[in-house]
């Protein structure tokens, strides 16, 4: 809760207890004849109604209810700004094919990175693989990530995300990327290229 909502609740609470207080303290009498009723503040006087105490009780609920509001948007507001702010984590995925004449555990000893973002990789049995990247909400996947590789002591492959998004949109044919999701990229299968030696 914020401080000023805090200060208003309480300044509410004591106008609440003063409204109170004034009521308890007040006499009321009826004044014969003419059919009016007075009521006695003490040092206050003698007025024809008690609405002074009722407005110390009507002001300070109405400041109670304004802080509880005011104080229910501004964490609303602050939620949100935090989900907006928080990265957000995407999925790649694809599959690594290795030449025929690759060692069998050639995958197992490689590597998938996205650069610049470092993430965890999952390369399972039959070479495919999954990225998991955090990315700055807002922010498009081919803007943020410049290159996913693949390496190993037998071959790597890059996969450049900009440009096999321009040619998906172009024609889905002649690029690598398979499936575009919100937070979800798909590649289709990658050739594993030899290291020359």
Known sequence: ???????????????????????????????????????????????????????????????????????????????QLEKDLAPVDWLVTGQIVLPADAPKDTLQLGTVDAVPEASPFFINQDGTFELHVKIPHGVDFEKAIQTIAYTSAFGSFQIDPAAEFAKFVANPNESLLQKKEDEVRKYKPVTVVRSSQ
């Open 1 to 79: 809760m914020e401080q000023t909502t805090l200060w208003v609740l309480v300044l509410s609470g004591v106008l609440v207890l003063l409204g109170f207080i004034a009521l308890l303290l007040t006499k009321i009498y009826a004044v014969s004849g003419t059919g009016e009723t007075v009521v006695d503040f003490g040092i206050l006087g003698k007025m024809k109604s008690n609405y002074p105490a009722l407005v110390f009780v009507a002001i300070g609920g109405a400041l109670s209810m304004y802080a509880v509001k005011t104080n229910g948007e501004a964490q609303h507001l602050r939620s």
